[in-house]
């Protein structure tokens, strides 16, 4: 919905940048799961260099992940991390409208 020079922005910032469906949605679910990552380590209380450790990963490439620079990760090395330090991932899928 357009009003003066704005406009309404859809679930998905990623999809509102011009991004097609699929990527869109991967690239959303990417950046929803680093950001939960990067919040279980707030909640861990450890440094990035023992959570890099944890995770199997270098310390340089769990800085990336920090810093939202999901392109380097794949949704299944971020399941990974997440498994690695202690957390699982639940799947849901529903039918689109």
């Known amino acids: 919905m357009k009003s003066g020079l704005f406009q309404a922005g859809s679930d998905n910032v990623f999809r509102d940048l011009g991004f097609p469906e699929d990527e869109a949605h991967n690239l959303l679910l990417r950046t929803d799961l680093s950001i939960r990552i990067r919040k279980a380590i707030d909640k861990l209380g450890i440094t990035q ?32 991390i997440a498994s690695k330090l202690g957390y699982s991932v639940e799947l849901k899928l529903k039918k689109v409208a």
């Open 49 to 80: 260099t023992e959570a890099a450790a944890r995770a199997g990963i270098s310390r340089p490439h769990l800085n990336d992940l920090v810093k939202g620079r999901t392109r380097r990760f794949t949704l299944d090395a971020l399941v990974n």
